[in-house]
């Protein structure tokens, strides 16, 4: 070991704790009906066309670049798919209960230990037995040395994009039913003190004056990761995010927006749109206390 080296040991060892503080990479993926069931199995449309083998090759490579601790799915058939992309000697998946193809479930880093709490099973208000059923959030609390950090992914009611909450469109009155769910959530974890991350395909831009985006803060203020900027997916044919990931508590000061990213698919042909996903992950870091 050369001297120089053995210096810059010494002066790593000698940093005040606070200066070591982990950094936490935190993303969100829609990875767009990412299943390993056959073209024309039942429970998938008839338009949805499953990915190749060369696709899922790729779409695991993306997720080598991202790097991330903890990356929230949606639209994934359980950890057996997921697993193919987070692959297990590094993640371990977790995936809510429901019986849909377009799941929600996280990929978390081996080396974090956490604890799956009960699935948020509110945020489908549809009757068991009805043609159509929505997504549960998946909550998980990290154990991150000194704190705990609670995580909640979402996929929420496609439809309400950017009109007003209050819209007649009935994609718009069910997210006015989500809302509340999401808001009681957030609610508990003001109670407890307990910094939290809410993060996922909100199917919900939320601007400065959203309507939904107020209910939450009006709970307690959340942190937008991201807020001024435009969405560059697809040559920026989204110019604005549905993909969220908000922060309270704690976990405000955290987040470091300026750290915020979005992994842009090198591929540029329509068709990998679909082979793909026509979402793109966003991600942002979080420097945790020391």
């Known amino acids: ?20 503080a982990a950094t936490l990479k935190v993303a969100t993926w829609n990875m ?6 056959p073209a024309g199995d039942p429970s998938l449309p008839p338009s949805v066309r499953p990915k190749r083998p060369e696709d899922i090759a790729r779409l695991r490579a993306y997720a080598d670049i991202l790097n991330a601790d903890v990356v929230a799915m949606e639209e994934v058939d359980g950890p057996v798919p997921a697993a193919e992309v987070f692959t297990p000697d590094r993640y371990v998946l977790h995936f809510t209960a429901d019986h849909v193809v377009q799941r929600v479930g996280l990929a978390i880093r081996r080396s974090i230990p956490f604890t799956a709490n009960p699935d948020v099973t509110a945020l489908d208000p ?6 159509e059923q929505l997504r549960s959030g998946a909550d998980v609390t990290l154990h991150l040395g000194g704190a705990n ?8 009611k496609t439809g309400c994009w950017e ?8 994609a718009c009155a069910v997210l006015r039913e989500q809302l509340p769910v999401i808001e009681s959530w957030i609610a508990a974890r003001r109670a407890a003190g307990t910094p939290f991350l809410v993060l996922g395909d909100f199917n919900r831009v939320l601007g400065p004056d959203d309507s939904f985006l107020a209910g939450l803060d009006h709970v307690t ?8 900027v435009r969405n560059p997916c697809w040559g920026g044919r989204y110019s604005t995010f549905i993909d969220q990931i908000l922060a309270g508590d704690a976990a405000r000061a955290w987040m470091d927006p300026e750290s915020f990213r979005v992994l842009v698919y090198r591929e540029t042909a329509p068709i990998w749109k679909e082979r793909l996903s026509d979402h793109c992950p966003v991600m942002v870091d979080f420097n945790l206390p020391g």
């Not at 549809?126 to 043609?131: G, H, I």
């Not at 009109?163 to 469109?169: A, C, F, Q």
Request: glycine content about 2%; aromatic content about 6%.
């Open 163 to 170: 009109v007003p909450l209050d819209s007649s469109r009935p």
């Open 32 to 37: 767009e009906w990412f299943t390993l069931r």
């Open 221 to 228: 203020p959340l942190a937008v990761a991201t807020a001024g």
């Open 1 to 20: 070991m050369t001297r120089r080296l053995v210096l810059l040991l010494v002066l790593l060892l000698s940093l005040p704790a606070a200066a070591l």
């Open 126 to 131: 549809y009757s068991p037995d009805a043609p």
């Open 149 to 156: 950090l609670r995580i909640l992914a979402v996929h929420l």
